[in-house]
């Protein structure tokens, strides 16, 4: 550790000072997580923020710029901000990266192959970094791109933030707009880790492909409004005639 | 096609309107990639900008704000705004995803293998939209990160754009900085293609793996500033003990 005693943002214990936005940001971050605005709905205008936080208009305009950027909340010329939806179409194909070779990016649909309560595999307790003797919730999917199963989906999902998924016997396709809706779980950031790996038999036989081909493994972690882990995710993807798409600017 | 003439945006003849701010960003961002101001550069503040442009100072740190958050800008607190270099260690581990599992991101070192100016390979010219003859250097290159070689690189350089590689014996590991101090080329965006693939024995041999194990190939077309494809790359990753890391917020 330095020892510079001004060096806050190295410091693990020190005060950490953020501009004035950041704060507003952060507050009206919390806000949404606490549905002081539930998605869709439409904030007060810059004018009234202002005057309820006791800043200028000026901090609050730039508040709302960062969280309109992180796509938290979305603008409608000319008629104000909105929280955002993941049934915005940019929202989900942001999520979406798998793509058929030579077409426009496509929401797969799903099909629901098991859903249970267990113990926390040994290889998913990392993901959610706790230890012990966590229950989570194991959803098996298959995926339909292109009218073929492209992608076999196992998804954990902690027991402490989705109990009222007990007895659940369906779900649907767009997972995160349900969280979102149901359980105010707003998935606000992912982390993917792609490796390429051989098809297994049980990958053969969901997947329609040849054990012993390359396929893609994804595995993600998706983070909630408020910085938890609520979601993880292996997904084992057909590589034949698909591809993980990644645009950066 | 719609036939509603205040439809502008979904005309592909009609003029398309733009807010005053998104004007002076791509006027500012044609001052870069004519070198106006170079990498590194400090700009003019937002006064003297403002008067330049005969535009609001508003307006001004509002495209400013737009460069930034693309990373063509970057602010120093209580300094200025300054053109970004690609030595920047953000603007490199931005383009750079292939980590080694449970490690922090690190550079690669490379290892130049070949530099040749070669007739476009077939599988080549569709990444830069062209038809017919274009002559492109071929840079092979192995990368090495954890003391290995885990990636087989084939890069692509019109001959149009780097035309003063000709007789070049040696390559920088960091070819976007190269680009961008040596050729005018800043690389502004990316997209990647990612499938997974088997080892032939020729990445056997360069990576050190078995012939029939999964890698990942990733396909790159790089983008520069003013939106020309000046790079196309291949790269076969080892995905033994590496990943390809997204983070999406």
Redesign the interface.
């Known amino acids: 550790m330095k020892n510079n005693r001004f060096d806050n943002k190295l410091s693990q214990t020190g005060v950490v000072f953020q501009p004035l936005y950041t704060q507003v940001e952060n507050h009206v971050k919390q806000l949404i997580v606490e549905q002081r605005w539930k998605p869709g709905e439409m904030l007060p205008n810059e004018f009234q923020l202002a005057e309820e936080l006791g800043v200028s208009q000026g901090t609050v305009r730039k508040a709302l ?1 960062g969280l309109t ?2 796509k938290i909340l979305s603008r409608r010329q000319g008629v104000g901000t909105f929280v955002s939806e993941h049934t915005n179409q940019d929202s989900l194909y ?2 979406y ?1 798998i793509i058929c070779d030579g077409k426009a990016p496509e929401l797969p649909k799903a099909e629901l192959l098991s859903l249970e309560l267990i113990k926390v595999p040994k290889n998913v307790l990392a993901a959610f970094g706790t230890e012990g003797n966590m229950k989570v919730f194991e959803v098996l999917r298959r995926r339909i791109l292109n009218n073929e199963f492209c992608i076999f989906e196992k998804i954990y999902l902690p027991h402490t933030y989705f109990k009222a998924l007990e007895g659940t016997q369906e779900l649907p396709h767009t997972l995160y707009h349900f969280y979102q809706t149901q359980f105010n779980l707003t998935v ?11 098809a297994t038999a049980e990958d053969a036989r969901l997947l329609g492909v040849k054990k ?5 493994e994804v595995q993600r972690i998706a983070h909630s409004l408020d910085g938890k882990a609520i979601e993880f995710r292996i997904s084992r993807c057909r ?1 034949d005639n ?8």
């Open positions: 710029n950027s992180a942001r999520y990266p606000q950031a992912t982390t993917d880790r792609i490796k390429a790996d051989i012993g081909d390359a396929l893609l590589s698909y591809h993980y798409l990644v645009e950066s600017t």
